[in-house]
């Protein structure tokens, strides 16, 4: 796999995200408080809300803009609401960040 380095783990606090913006559309990295690392769309598939601007807790995000909450994991909404985002395949390497650049084009086909 083709990995592409987006950063520090230090540049993302717990329980926080930030965005890399690709060619195939921003992805957001979050960081877990139990220092888990998770890489998604970063867009709800609901409205479209940023959900590199919602709540994490545990292994989910909650979107800031309807409160749907999304699994870290597999990308999916969980509870009643359906839907689903891409999810990337991420790695730490000591403190730096690297994303999969072969996930983004083959899901972007």
Wanted: proline share 6%.
């Amino acid at each position: 796999m083709n990995w592409i380095a987006v950063g520090s783990i230090n540049d993302i606090p717990l329980r926080g995200a930030r965005c890399v913006d690709t060619p195939q559309g921003k992805i957001a990295v979050f960081r877990t408080a139990q220092d888990q690392v998770f890489a998604i769309d970063d867009h709800c598939p609901h409205k479209g809300g940023p959900l590199s601007q919602g709540i994490v807790h545990g292994a989910a995000v909650t979107c800031p803009l309807h409160n749907w909450v999304i699994s870290l994991e597999t990308g999916k909404a969980l509870g009643a609401d359906e839907g689903s985002v891409r999810t990337v395949p991420v790695k730490v390497e000591g403190e730096r960040l690297f994303i999969a650049l072969e996930a983004l084009a083959s899901k972007a086909a």
